[in-house]
C-alpha cells in the first residue's frame, strides 16, 4: 500500500495523529500490520554499524514473524538477528 492508503486506515491514521513529528511510511506499514496480524506490538533494536531493525512482536524472541532489516521486509525470527547484527 502506498502511504496515503496506509494513512486512510483507522490504524494508520491514529499512529499519525498521535505522532509530533510525521512518522515513517516504513513505521505506518508496520503498524497497521501489528493490528492486521494480531501481533504484540512494533519492537526493534540498533545495530552495531547503525542499521536499525523493526520488528512485530510474536511473543517469543525465536517465534519467526515479520522482520524489517537492512530496508528489506523478511519473515524471520528477530532473536537470529540480534546474536549476529545487535551492538
Known amino acids: 500500500m502506498t502511504r496515503y492508503q496506509l494513512?486512510?486506515?483507522p490504524v494508520g491514521a491514529a499512529r499519525v495523529a498521535e505522532c509530533?513529528?510525521?512518522?515513517?511510511?516504513?513505521?505506518?506499514r508496520m503498524e497497521c500490520l501489528?493490528?492486521?496480524g494480531g501481533f504484540?506490538?512494533?519492537?526493534?533494536?540498533?545495530?552495531r554499524r547503525g542499521?536499525?531493525?523493526l520488528y512485530l512482536n510474536a511473543g517469543d524472541t525465536y517465534t519467526p514473524?515479520?522482520?524489517?532489516?537492512?530496508?528489506?521486509?523478511r519473515v524471520a525470527?528477530?532473536?537470529?538477528i540480534a546474536e549476529?547484527?545487535?551492538a
Open 7 to 9: 494513512t486512510q486506515t
Open 77 to 80: 525470527c528477530w532473536g537470529d
Open 40 to 47: 504484540h506490538g512494533v519492537e526493534g533494536f540498533t545495530t
Open 34 to 36: 501489528n493490528e492486521l
Open 51 to 53: 542499521g536499525e531493525c
Open 84 to 86: 549476529r547484527h545487535a
Open 65 to 73: 514473524t515479520l522482520v524489517r532489516h537492512n530496508g528489506a521486509y
Open 20 to 28: 509530533y513529528h510525521a512518522p515513517t511510511t516504513q513505521d505506518i
